[in-house]
């Protein structure tokens, strides 16, 4: 479903004339109605949508402690960080644990990092910093959740700029994000709507994905010895 039929459909369902087109037309309605879509998509873009993972990799370079995020970075999915030529996890530390082990009082550690601003300034953004520095050429590997929530030409995009731009939710799950927003704007009562789009927000965001089997020994599926039968 295209932007411009999510606008339409959101402005019949309050009652307005279904806008002929959105992006680039300067009528109150085409605009509210195009803002209140981009506020729902950014919104819902910040779920853990498993549709929005991305794989990432990367080279470390001997001496170089910072390196660059993905254009499209969001946000990093816990516990996916991996030295994949050590084999070794990368730990994920706290700012005071990471100034205790940059101090110098301790021994020797597996790889550490966190996401800091650049070291080179100006502090506009972060780079993921890792400790201890890299004195070789690694290979760093992790997941993370995209900000890209719709298609744009074909290509992946955070914004509309096309009246056929398509987003990657649920179509009718964010036509009902727009119109229970555009109710609200409008001064009209607007709870129905809203308790009808959170309740369908948890049906979509439940079914995104598959659901981990989980093993009583707590391993990881592939590293589990617990047999099936035989307990006792």
Not at 73 to 85: A, D, E, H, K
Not at 164 to 192: C, S
Request: charged share 25%; aromatic share 10%; net charge negative.
């Amino acid at each position: 479903m295209s932007l411009l039929d999510i606008c339409q459909d959101a402005a019949e369902e309050v009652g307005f004339d279904a806008p002929a087109t959105i992006i680039g037309n300067n009528d109150p309605t085409a605009v509210r109605i195009l803002r209140l879509a981009h506020r729902t998509g950014a919104i819902l873009a910040k779920k853990p949508w498993e549709l929005l993972i991305k794989e990432y990799t990367f080279s470390t370079s001997a001496g170089e402690p910072q390196y660059d995020l993905p254009d499209d970075y969001r946000s990093l999915v816990p516990g996916t960080i991996f030295n994949q030529t050590t084999d070794q996890p990368v730990y994920k530390i706290s700012p005071r644990q990471w100034s205790y082990e940059k101090s110098g009082n301790t021994g020797a550690y597996e790889d550490r990092f966190r996401l800091l601003g650049d070291d080179e300034g100006p502090h506009i953004g972060k780079r993921i910093t890792i400790h201890p520095t890299p004195t070789a050429v690694e290979t760093i590997y992790y997941q993370y959740y995209s900000k890209n929530w719709l298609t744009s030409a074909g290509a992946e995009a955070s914004a509309f700029a096309s009246d056929n731009d398509e987003v990657i939710f649920d179509e009718d799950m964010f036509t009902m994000g727009v119109i229970w927003r555009l109710l609200k704007t409008l001064g009209q009562p607007y709870l129905e709507e809203k308790t009808e789009f959170d309740r369908e927000l948890e049906i979509c965001l439940a079914q995104d994905g598959a659901t981990e089997r989980l093993h009583a020994d707590g391993n990881f599926p592939a590293l589990s010895n617990i047999p099936e039968t035989g307990f006792g």
